[in-house]
């Protein structure tokens, strides 16, 4: 298994907006900071990035930012996975030319029930598309969203095809019997298997896995990256369980108005409410179950600066 290969906490990092909702690269770049000074990595551009309502140049562009900002590429794993195969190559070439560790990958999610042929097509094409030894595929399975599921079969045919480019996947399914079933197929090959949730990161490590890629570590960066290093120990269960309660709260509500929101309060920066159209910001009720639950839990969030 290659030694150099990103692990750990994951954070598909929100997206802030300008007034005139265009991207806001000067607090992406800062919130980012924060997350790595929390020693957490950046899955910048995946679902709760609001990734699919940006396009291909304003995700480079963001990219780009990033990397002249001093951010290490080595901490990133940017979505990459488009509807159009060619943006999907556009965007994994532009990742692999800026140095990032890996992309996460979408399979292509517009038509439903295709067949894992074409699926295997989609991402042998991008692969070929890119020509570049340095790719790092980390598959992105998320059927409740995208409705099209990434098959064990399809897994073991990619990997079979590009053993040192489809190196592993992030299941987002919210089923542990389908993680556990990739970890006990692929994980002792060195396939790299990350949880969706902070919910599942100890059951995730107990059996091989990775780490997470969670939407919770926007804002909870500490005690899930303590639990990742911990994980074998006495108080594992313990830390769990605090972890799950803050993450309850966090989807008692929409989860990314509710991550802007949380990281708008802690900040004292109202910039961060901002959404890009159809979603929109939590409602009067909703932000106050948030904030009340939040605080019930002695929440915080340390060092996260405002603007």
Same mark, same amino acid.
């Given at each position: 298994m ?6 750990? +906490?994951?954070? %598909? +990092? ?8 265009? %991207? ?35 995700r480079?562009?963001?990219? &780009? ?18 509807? /159009? ?20 990958m ?26 570049? /030894?340095?790719?790092?595929i ?32 992030? !299941? ?5 019997n ?5 970890? !006990? ?15 599942f ?27 990742y !290093?911990?994980w074998?120990? /006495?108080?594992? &269960? ?7 309660d ?22 004292? !920066?109202? /910039? ?5 159209? %159809? ?29």
């Amino acid at each position: 298994m290659s030694q150099d290969r990103i692990k750990g +906490v994951l954070s %598909p +990092v929100v997206t802030p907006f300008k007034q005139d909702l265009s %991207p806001d690269a000067e607090r992406l770049i800062s919130h980012c900071k924060w997350l790595v000074s929390q020693r957490v990595g950046l899955a910048v551009f995946g679902t709760n990035s609001e990734a699919n309502s940006l396009s291909a140049n304003e995700r480079m562009a963001l990219l &780009e930012a990033l990397v002249n900002a001093g951010i290490d590429p080595k901490r990133m794993m940017p979505g990459t996975g488009c509807c /159009a195969l060619s943006d999907s190559i556009r965007l994994s070439e532009h990742a692999v030319k800026l140095g990032v560790a890996g992309v996460l990958m979408l399979p292509p999610f517009y038509y439903k029930g295709v067949s894992d042929e074409g699926l295997y097509r989609n991402f042998s094409e991008v692969i070929q598309g890119v020509g570049d /030894a340095r790719l790092r595929i980390y598959l992105y399975h998320i059927p409740p969203v995208s409705q099209v599921p990434i098959s064990l079969a399809l897994i073991e045919r990619l990997i079979k095809a590009y053993p040192q480019t489809v190196v592993g996947l992030k !299941d987002s399914s919210g089923d542990w019997n389908n993680t556990k079933a990739v970890l !006990d197929a692929f994980a002792k090959t060195g396939f790299d298997v990350f949880a969706g949730s902070e919910s599942f990161l100890l059951q995730n490590m107990r059996h091989g896995g990775a780490g997470c890629i969670t939407a919770g570590a926007n804002v909870n960066p500490a005690m899930i990256t303590s639990l990742y !290093d911990a994980w074998k120990g /006495a108080g594992a &269960e313990s830390m769990q369980k605090a972890i799950d309660d803050i993450r309850n709260v966090l989807q008692s509500v929409p989860m990314i108005p509710a991550l802007k929101r949380t990281i708008a309060h802690y900040s004292g !920066d109202m /910039a961060w409410n901002r959404l890009r159209p %159809p979603l929109t910001e939590l409602n009067a009720a909703q932000e106050q179950q948030l904030l009340q639950g939040l605080e019930k839990l002695d929440f915080g969030m340390p060092g996260i600066k405002s603007k």
